[in-house]
């Protein structure tokens, strides 16, 4: 070998070791890119799951709230028509009471809201059809210090109850009238009575 040989060696040995050194620091650099990359992709799938499961957490919460929420509805619709079937059936049961029993109450009634001076009761054509014998007299004996009511001809457009006329002043005592004016305390009661609430 000759000295140009020998110097064409040492410079292909000398490219050839930095070759290889550069072609391992690309390696490395490669590697550690790919470790990094790794790892940031770990993060970002670990961000990305943390946020999916507070997100779904979050529906979860909101689903659970809106059951809540509906199951509270359903049951107050379900306690108000039991409260209501309640008081329809008390007004039915009222309505369909034996004449006697049922004037009876009337007469309480008309002493209740009958005013200190003279008037006409208006009754429904049914209950105008019922009316015992004996409770025009009883009415006036029990109103001898209010003033005198008088039955009229005319008949109401309702199905239980009365109206009281003075003139242009009229005392609604339907049935109709006193449930809904007492409605709000009836179901006050009845919630009370038959579910425990005030």
Partial sequence: MTGLEDIL?????????????????AKDKAEQILTDARTEGDQIQSGIRDQAKAEAQGLLGRAQASAELL?????????????GAA?????????GLPDEEYF????????????PKSGKIIFSKADRLR????????LQMSLIENGALEISEAYGEFEGGFVLTYGDVQVNCTFDALFSSAKDRLRDELNRRLFGQE
């Fill in 71 to 83: 199951r509270r509805k359903l049951v107050l619709e379900a306690r108000q028509m039991i409260i």
């Fill in 104 to 115: 009876e109450i009337i007469m309480h009634m008309i002493k209740r809201y009958a005013l």
């Fill in 87 to 95: 008081i329809d059936k008390a007004k039915a049961r009222l309505l």
């Fill in 9 to 25: 060696k040492k410079i292909e040995d000398e490219a050839a070791a930095a070759a290889k050194a550069r072609l391992r620091e």
């Fill in 131 to 138: 009316i015992p014998e004996e409770f025009n007299k009883s």
